[in-house]
């Protein structure tokens, strides 16, 4: 319809959520970069956030369970309808030991979602919508902090440094956008993967810029 804002939704895992790695609390409006994010792109956009816990890519997890993303996203597709812009960024905890997964297979895993978020759902507001991939930052130093026995910095913490160029390749081939968010944003020290406060600015701001290029 005409004049409706153009509906940008946000997919992703804790990173997306807002989670705060001094309390395990949810950041507040004025600190999340989803929520900052509106504030950049104005009443002309209507950013919807779907950040889960704990979310990989196509894996369930074995520990924690129901965090498949691939499983939820054709759901969320038609929650949602119509969605104009799609902002996928995932696969911070499909590096954890327990998955034993390099920085390919990981790009392997994206790239059904970026085939599955590519095509229309069957419905009259299921178009397939323009499709924004986000790589995480690389993970953070995790010797004696509290995940270090979830991450490792030999496994994790070395594919992390190298997902960023492995999504940029599988956005080429599906057409997505891109943006590396380490160039804006690292991870906290204070746990080695999400996100302080005072940086999520820096990161709407440039999200805001890639969706009004897709606008």
């Known amino acids: 319809m005409a004049n409706e804002p153009v509906n940008v939704v946000c997919f992703g895992d804790s990173l997306t959520w807002g989670f705060n790695p001094r309390d395990k609390s949810r950041y507040g409006h004025d600190v999340r970069w989803t929520r900052l994010l509106q ?5 002309g956009h209507y950013v919807i956030e779907e950040g889960l816990n704990g979310r990989t890519t196509v894996f369930e997890d074995p520990v924690r369970g129901d965090k ?4 939820h996203l054709m759901t969320i597709r038609k929650t949602h309808m119509p969605i104009d812009i799609l902002i996928l960024m995932l696969g911070s905890n499909d590096l954890q030991d327990r998955f034993g997964l ?10 059904r979602l970026l085939h ?23 993970l953070g130093d995790f010797t004696g902090k509290e995940y270090a026995g979830v991450y490792s910095n030999a496994h994790g913490g070395v594919q992390s440094k190298r997902l960023a160029a492995v999504y940029r390749q599988q956005a080429q081939v599906y057409g997505a956008a891109f943006f590396d968010t380490g160039t804006v944003i690292a991870a906290s020290d204070i746990d080695a993967i999400h996100f302080d ?14 969706v009004r290029r897709l606008t």
């Open 39 to 43: 504030k950049e792109l104005g009443p």
């Open 68 to 71: 498949c993303g691939l499983s």
């Open 102 to 111: 390099s920085a390919e297979a990981i790009g392997l895993a994206m790239a």
């Open 116 to 138: 599955a978020a590519s095509l229309p759902t069957d419905n009259v507001e299921g178009r397939a919508p323009k499709l924004l991939l986000m790589a995480p930052p690389p």
């Open 197 to 210: 406060a005072k940086p999520q600015k820096d990161l709407a701001t440039a999200i805001a810029e890639e």
